[in-house]
Nanobody, 125 residues
């Protein structure tokens, strides 16, 4: 399984970025997808997740109303649209995939099996 994250970069506070994660080597359309992030000196944390068909979405409280997760099963790609970015959103963002689940199985790091390499997002003030 390979996950290739892209779309990171440098943006001013209040700006927007869209991250993409292209998957290959597994049954994308039957897998949950998640985004996590790790800021310097901090542990990796959950950001957003989407179930296999896109009908269930989960968000960390810190990004609700600003970030939107979506997926295109035909393209085996998951997206994270990030609006109204804040300096505290600066981190390396990772996409991950795992078996179907609900609730804590969607938001817990150890419930994900495969991880991408990460893409840097830097928000300047």
């Amino acid at each position: 399984v390979q996950l290739q994250a892209s779309g990171g970069g440098l943006v001013q506070a209040g700006g927007s970025l869209r991250l993409s994660c292209a998957a290959s080597g597994h049954s994308f359309s039957s897998s949950k997808m998640g985004w996590f992030r790790q800021a310097p000196g901090k542990e990796r944390e959950f950001v957003a997740a989407i179930n296999w068909i896109g009908g269930l979405k989960y968000y960390a409280d810190s990004v609700k109303g600003r970030f939107t997760i979506s997926r295109d099963n035909a393209k085996s790609t998951v997206y994270l649209q990030m609006n109204s970015l804040k300096v505290e959103d600066t981190a390396v963002y990772y996409c991950a995939t795992g078996n179907r689940g609900v609730g804590a199985a969607m938001t817990t790091e150890n419930q994900y099996v495969h991880w991408g390499q990460g893409t840097q997002v830097t928000v300047s003030s």
